[in-house]
């Protein structure tokens, strides 16, 4: 390592070259746009699937007047159970997409850099390595989160709009679909749901492909999964237990979490699910997650201060 | 003060010593070329000077320590690496976008006005680009950028004469402007001849000539020797010899001219022949030797 020279006045510095001074969290900001023109599908996939889902159960409200009609002798439980089905799957939809869309991303994430030497042009401006790497990890984490809970709050709303335009149209009343399925309530189980269970209960894994993709020369997925594998297999064979595989899977699907955080089903239409940011928050499993999550992407920050194109 | 300062800078990459000892003063507004052969240790080095690389020794650009302060000193310098390094996905407007985003040195109306005078659209993305035209970007951006040193690693690598012409033209037309300082490596040498003031070859990771460029021009004369006087231009010890056509052409270090003249015709050697010259000689260091 090089050695440091105190001889160097500091007067030259404050001199002819005194930098400008600019906000800390600038380069943060941009950074994390950039990385939404480069990554369009944190978007364009849960857009893409919104639109598909809700075309399908556009047609699917032809049914929609005839069966009200045969629910009506029933009570408010029965009538939320006949109808909320569509309204979970919309919501799982995007959970799934959550945690695909993170999953490729991070893999790329310091990858894609490296192999079409742009990380070269994104070193010659005057941003961190550590402000770089920060503004990738939001994306899963934070970013992602917000924006499928957003997609999948708006699915939910024209879903309803749609069914109570048809519901009046055929003379039935609407009252009973907005009281089963609240849509404000809803929206906040759902951005709670995803931004818990989704982004930051499977952190670690995100942080882990993170290093990966800021390591490997190629076939990350490969790398990343291979050492799980492993891991496992070796655990399987030599213990004849799964802890390990369990434990990654938990976090990847969130499983785990839902144990530790909401008793009951997760679902956002479910009355029963009630949100215990206490019980999250007190979690060991989760400020271990994230601690495992910060080693990760630090490492993946010092990778990346050294790592050239390929 | 110089803009940058090494001392005893080495680099290896596990057995592969790509830096081997190199002590290297730049000053304020000089234009520096670094000429070597392929693998002689010159990436390496622009490498180390913007902060890409870890080395051992004593370096600093700008005051900064470039691998400690990566970040900080790109707030003055400027790096083209080559061609091919802005983001295929990148759209013309975005890379705008995001250069003001982050540099607070960075004038977004200079860039605009360069970007301008091509026909790249402002929409386009850089795949969609020709080479020229992304080297063009590419400098519009640097050339916006107020920064003290710039630094170019065969930045007209690839590209057809005319665009190199164009890129050297602009670059000492627009932005040169005896403040600051600008460091290159290139294989053409030939189009850098009249833009450089210093010159620096290297090899097998040492410097192994360095001179400013009036020097180079009072030091170093090229003779095509009369057939007849080939004997007598050997006596005043030529640093290298070739042929031509059937003529010899003796390259002379610091011989009086008037001297030479009686031999042959006189004339500048190019930085080409000079450099086959020196890094052609086995003992690699002959410069300092003939005099």
Redesign the interface.
């Known amino acids: 390592m090089n050695t440091r020279s105190n001889t160097m006045p500091e007067t030259f510095v404050r001199g002819g070259i005194a930098p400008l001074v600019m906000s800390a969290t600038r380069p943060l900001y941009w950074s994390v746009r950039r990385e939404l023109w480069e990554n369009r599908s944190i978007y364009l996939a849960p857009l893409g699937i919104a639109a598909a889902f809700l075309v399908g159960f556009l047609i699917s409200l032809i049914h929609l007047p005839a069966k009200i009609r045969a629910l009506s002798a029933l009570g408010p439980a029965d009538y939320r159970h006949a109808i909320a089905t569509p309204y979970d799957i919309a919501a799982g939809l995007m959970m799934i997409t959550t945690v695909l869309v993170s999953v490729f991303y991070c893999l790329d994430a310091l990858y894609g850099e490296r192999r079409d030497r742009s990380i070269l042009f994104w070193k010659s401006l005057p941003v961190s390595d550590r402000t770089t790497v920060l503004a990738k990890a939001i994306i899963p984490i934070l970013i992602l989160p917000l924006i499928t809970s957003v997609i999948g709050a708006a699915m939910h709303l024209i879903m309803l709009i749609a069914s109570s335009v048809v519901l009046l149209g055929s003379g039935l009343g609407v009252a009973p679909l907005w009281a089963q399925l609240p849509w404000f309530q809803m929206s906040l189980l759902l951005l709670y749901h995803i931004i818990t269970v989704h982004a930051l209960w499977p952190a670690p894994v995100y942080g882990w492909l993170m290093l990966v993709s800021a390591w490997a020369r190629r076939a990350t997925f490969l790398w990343a999964s291979l050492p799980v594998i492993a891991v496992a297999g070796v655990e399987a064979l030599a213990f004849h237990s799964v802890h390990f595989a369990e434990l990654v899977g938990g976090r990847l699907i969130g499983a785990s979490a839902a144990d530790e955080r909401t008793p009951g089903y997760m679902f956002p239409t479910n009355p029963m699910t009630h949100i215990t940011p206490g019980t999250f928050l007190g979690s060991p499993g989760l400020w271990i997650g994230l601690a495992v999550t910060a080693a990760f992407v630090a490492a993946a920050t010092r990778l990346r201060r050294s790592g050239g194109p390929m | 003060?110089p803009v940058i300062e090494a001392r005893g800078l080495r680099k290896a990459f596990g057995k592969t010593i790509a830096i081997d000892g190199i002590d290297l003063c730049v000053q304020e507004g000089r234009i520096l070329g670094l000429i070597g052969p392929n693998g002689a240790g010159k990436t390496t080095v622009l490498?180390a000077i913007?902060?890409?690389?870890?080395?051992?020794?004593?370096?600093?650009v700008?005051?900064?320590?470039p691998?400690t302060e990566?970040?900080?000193?790109?707030?003055?310098v400027?790096?083209?690496?080559d061609v091919?390094?802005?983001?295929?996905?990148?759209?013309v407007c975005?890379a705008l976008?995001?250069?003001a985003?982050?540099?607070?040195?960075f004038d977004r109306g200079k860039a605009q006005g360069f970007l301008a005078k091509t026909e790249i659209g402002s929409a386009s993305r850089v795949r969609e680009l020709s080479k020229g035209m992304v080297t063009q970007l590419q400098l519009a951006l640097v050339m916006a950028i107020d920064a003290?040193l710039l630094v170019l690693d065969e930045p007209t690598l690839g590209l057809d004469i005319l665009y190199r012409k164009q890129f050297y033209d602009t670059l000492l037309t627009d932005y040169y402007d005896r403040t600051r300082t600008i460091l290159v490596t290139t294989h053409q040498v030939e189009e850098l001849q009249h833009v450089l003031t210093d010159l620096m070859f290297i090899n097998h990771g040492r410097i192994v000539f360095d001179c400013s460029m009036e020097a180079f021009e009072s030091r170093y004369l090229e003779v095509t020797v009369h057939p007849d006087c080939i004997s007598a231009a050997r006596e005043l010890r030529p640093m290298h010899e070739r042929q031509l056509l059937g003529r010899n052409i003796l390259l002379f270090d610091s011989v009086d001219r008037e001297k030479l003249a009686a031999v042959g015709d006189v004339r500048t050697p190019s930085i080409a022949d000079l450099f086959i010259a020196v890094l052609g000689n086995p003992a690699g260091r002959s410069q300092g030797a003939t005099r």
């Open positions: 003060m490498n913007v902060g890409l690389i870890p080395y051992e020794g004593q370096l600093k700008l005051g900064h320590d691998w990566r970040d900080r000193l790109m707030r003055n400027t790096f083209i690496a091919a390094v802005l983001p295929p996905w990148m759209r975005q976008d995001y250069v985003g982050v540099h607070p040195r003290r």
